[in-house]
């Protein structure tokens, strides 16, 4: 197992590589300039040429690239162009409130889409199953935006049980914290509740027609024996796979869900820093979202062994 990890390390070096250099060059490929989004437009060409040295973007791309490179493996992600602030505390600011975000919202999933997948499962072709569908193609249907406009107009302006936006640290006060993280929460979570619904179905459903599931059910066992104990426990690996797969679409969906919400966190700081042309500072949100679905990912595949022992690596 340990060879296994220190492998899967060394695997990721090359992939954030490459990230970085694609990431690089479309930050590089946008239009506008960015001087002008500093300066404003009454700024003389005179100073646009001065910032422009001294943010070092007259050199050519491959020599902005390299030092960029450079300063990254020596742990500096460099300065905000805006505020002159290091980028590594401007990310460690807002990294903390998107995964509290991302955590709760794939709890919420979880919570939500696995019992409902075995429900349909068990069910299957009848109303309840219809009806779990039904839901869950809406969820997947319906835009991240969309929805957390719908939320805010139930929970928060009719209802008035929840806040509609804004938010407050936890070590400040907790309960508040968790009230106006439901609906940034369910707002993310629900697409992701939907898929892995649908893969918890599918594969128990596959489950069901194994010899050794026919075998316990020969043998008098439960229903909920066979299903909780056998048939889930098998089916659990490609749940855990897709469940790893969405936690990409989980970092993407926040940059939306954010910026509905107002939640100060790696959303609104990427979409900040993309309208005022703060490049190093989208490059950096950007790379660590990045490394951090790349570790998820890791540790789904360290769950495989754990979940079911047949897998070593």
């Known amino acids: 197992m340990t060879g296994y990890l220190v492998r899967r390390l060394?695997?990721?070096?090359?992939?954030?590589?490459?990230?970085?250099?694609?990431?690089f060059m479309l930050l590089r490929l946008m239009p506008g300039d960015p001087t002008l989004a500093i300066l404003g437009q009454e700024a003389t060409e005179q100073d646009r040429a001065v910032l422009r040295e001294d943010l070092g973007l007259d050199a050519p791309l491959w020599q902005q690239f390299t030092q960029w490179l450079g300063d990254l493996v020596r742990g500096d992600l460099g300065s905000s162009w805006l505020t002159d602030e290091k980028v590594g505390t401007v990310i460690s600011d807002r990294f903390a409130a998107t995964v509290e975000l991302g955590v709760i919202?794939?709890?919420?999933?979880?919570?939500?889409?696995?019992?409902?997948?075995?429900?349909?499962?068990?069910?299957?072709?009848?109303?309840?199953?219809?009806?779990?569908?039904?839901?869950?193609?809406?969820?997947?249907?319906?835009?991240?935006?969309?929805?957390?406009?719908?939320?805010?107009?139930?929970?928060?302006?009719?209802l008035k049980v929840l806040p509609p936006s804004g938010y407050v640290p936890f070590t400040e006060d907790p309960v508040e914290n968790l009230?106006?993280?439901?609906?940034?929460?369910v707002t993310i979570g629900s697409t992701i509740s939907a898929v892995t619904m649908r893969q918890t179905r599918a594969a128990l459903l596959a489950a069901f027609n194994e010899d050794y599931i026919r075998t316990a059910e020969a043998s008098g066992l439960s229903r909920?024996?066979?299903?909780?104990?056998?048939?889930?426990?098998?089916?659990?690996?490609?749940?855990v796979t897709v469940i790893a797969l969405q936690i990409g679409a989980l970092m993407s969906a926040t940059v939306v869900t954010e910026t509905v919400f107002t939640v100060p966190g790696m959303g609104t700081l990427i979409v900040n820093g993309i309208f005022s042309r703060d490049l190093p500072v989208v490059q950096?949100?950007?790379?660590?979202v990045v490394v951090l679905v790349l570790l998820v990912n890791l540790l789904a595949d360290l769950v495989y062994a754990w979940l079911d022992p047949r897998i070593t690596y």
Do not use: C, E, K
């Open 10 to 23: 060394f695997q990721l070096i090359p992939v954030a590589l490459v990230v970085s250099l694609v990431l």
């Open 105 to 158: 919202a794939l709890v919420f999933a979880v919570l939500v889409g696995i019992p409902a997948g075995i429900l349909a499962a068990v069910r299957r072709r009848t109303r309840t199953d219809t009806a779990l569908n039904s839901v869950g193609l809406l969820a997947l249907s319906a835009p991240h935006f969309y929805l957390a406009a719908l939320l805010i107009l139930v929970f928060a302006l009719w």
């Open 179 to 185: 009230r106006r993280m439901v609906l940034p929460a």
């Open 224 to 239: 909920g024996r066979i299903v909780g104990v056998y048939a889930l426990r098998n089916a659990i690996v490609p749940v």
């Open 284 to 288: 950096g949100a950007v790379l660590m």
